[in-house]
Nanobody, 118 residues
Framework: VQLQASGGGLVQTGDSLRLSCAASGRTFSGYRMGWFRQAPGKEREFVCAISWSGGNSYYTDRIMGRFTISIDNAKNTVYLQMNSLKPEDTAVYYC????????????WGKGTQVTVSS
């Protein structure tokens, strides 16, 4: 299984970025896809998640209303649209996958760096 995250970069406060996560190596039907992030010196935190079917998305309060997770099943790709970026959004962003009914995120991709300058 491979989860390949991309789309990170250096932006300014208020800018937008769209991250992509290309998933391969198995059938992800019945799985939940998620985005996490880890800022320097901090623990990895949950950002948002969505069912592979495209429904039932949920977000951490910190990014509610600014970030949107979506999925393109035909491309096996999960997206994270990030708007109104703030310096505190600076982190390495990771995509992950777990069984819809499980509690452990089984699969992780390498992260992509997002840096927001003030």
């Amino acid at each position: 299984v491979q989860l390949q995250a991309s789309g990170g970069g250096l932006v300014q406060t208020g800018d937008s970025l769209r991250l992509s996560c290309a998933a391969s190596g198995r059938t992800f039907s019945g799985y939940r896809m998620g985005w996490f992030r880890q800022a320097p010196g901090k623990e990895r935190e949950f950002v948002c998640a969505i069912s592979w079917s495209g429904g039932n998305s949920y977000y951490t309060d910190r990014i509610m209303g600014r970030f949107t997770i979506s999925i393109d099943n035909a491309k096996n790709t999960v997206y994270l649209q990030m708007n109104s970026l703030k310096p505190e959004d600076t982190a390495v962003y990771y995509c992950a996958a777990r069984n819809e009914y499980g509690s452990v995120w089984n699969y992780w991709g390498k992260g992509t760096q997002v840096t927001v300058s003030s």
